[in-house]
């Protein structure tokens, strides 16, 4: 939700634009973006009345950070608990602004981009997939797919491996930089249906893999499938990417200072790992790589420097947590190891 807001800071007031706005507090896009820590009074002008809460900005992205997360530059800002009756009004206001919003959502008709290079296929699939009552957009190359994706979002993406441009594992790697997109089920099709191609497309982010040649129905039945999946999923995808843009210590520190609730699945190579998070804290985590407690995992895992990740929201099911401390004892714990073990080496 899209919202115009005022940002005092030391005296100094800024206009800015809020993005993911919650009952607990708001990213704001501003650049350069204030520091974590940093008190600020945030004020909102609903139907043109003025309210003012204070909060606290509890972590920034630069300009490159950003570009990286396909985010805007800018801060995140949680509120404080209401101690005055103009805490208590703007915290009403926001529930109001919340609950509005969620009534005004509708769902249109399912809409589906299909990327292919050859324009006789996509004039056979875009007939018959609006026969079946989708919404269709073509794309005869990767950055046209990009592009119908971002102008407006898809309930599901058919985009072949061998795209001119831009091939579709970009297209895939593209998608995932997008909160909007990354939760858009894609399936991939190609006439390599190699282990390897299959298992490059899944690493990235691709729900399905349809080997070509394959019969018009087939798509239909499977696209309707991952579209009204994706609709009843309250658990969704809201960040993929890779590990060498952008490096696990980083992405658990902004998932700490956000306090986010999910699990995050780190692949590299043949390996698989989990972690559970739960308002900003790992709880429990899980490898393929290694048979050991939580700690133990997440200690091998900080060692990837490689491989591709993806963040899916919602409360783990976790009753207890395995762990206690905090992501940033746990990342000085794994630094204080990492340095030993050269100094031992």
Not at 290 to 305: E, G, H, T
Request: glycine share 6%; aromatic share 4%.
């Amino acid at each position: 939700m899209n919202l115009p807001v005022e940002v005092i800071s030391n005296g100094k007031k800024l206009r800015a634009v809020s993005q993911d706005l919650s009952a607990f507090g708001m990213f704001i896009r501003m650049s350069p973006p204030l520091p974590a820590g940093t008190v600020v009074q945030v004020i909102i002008s609903p139907n043109g009345q003025r309210l003012l809460t204070t909060g606290q900005v509890t972590h920034s992205l630069t300009e490159v950070e950003a570009r990286t997360l396909g985010r805007f530059p800018g801060i995140g800002v949680v509120f404080r608990d209401p101690v005055r009756p103009a805490d208590e009004q703007f915290a009403e206001a926001v529930l109001r602004l919340l609950e509005n919003n969620a009534k005004h959502q509708h769902r249109a008709d399912i809409r589906i981009v299909v990327g292919d290079p050859s324009t006789r296929l996509l004039e056979r699939l875009s007939t018959a997939l609006d026969n079946a009552g989708f919404s269709v957009a073509t794309a005869t190359n990767g950055m046209e797919a990009i592009g119908a994706c971002l102008s407006k979002t898809p309930d599901v993406v058919l985009i072949e491996r061998d795209m001119p441009v831009v091939d579709g594992l970009h297209v895939l790697q593209e998608m995932g930089r997008h909160a909007e997109l990354a939760s858009v089920p894609v399936m991939m099709m190609s006439e390599d249906a190699s282990d390897l191609s299959r298992l490059q497309a899944v690493q990235l982010g691709a729900m399905d893999f349809i080997p070509k040649p394959f019969t018009v129905l087939e798509v239909i039945i499977r696209a309707r499938r991952w579209a009204r999946a994706s609709q009843r999923d309250t658990e969704r995808v809201v960040l993929r990417g890779s590990l060498t843009e952008v490096n696990l210590p980083s992405l658990m520190t902004m998932f700490e200072q956000e306090r986010k609730s999910g699990q995050l699945s780190v692949t590299r190579e043949q390996s698989v790992a989990w972690l559970d998070f739960l308002d900003g804290k790992i709880v429990r985590a899980r490898s393929t790589s290694i048979d050991a407690d939580s700690r133990a995992v997440i200690m091998d895992v900080l060692d990837w420097q490689t491989g591709y990740f993806e963040l899916i929201a919602g409360a783990p099911a976790v009753v207890a947590s395995e762990l206690s401390g905090t992501i940033t004892h746990l990342l000085l714990e794994h630094a204080r190891l990492r340095d030993e073990a050269q100094r031992g080496s």
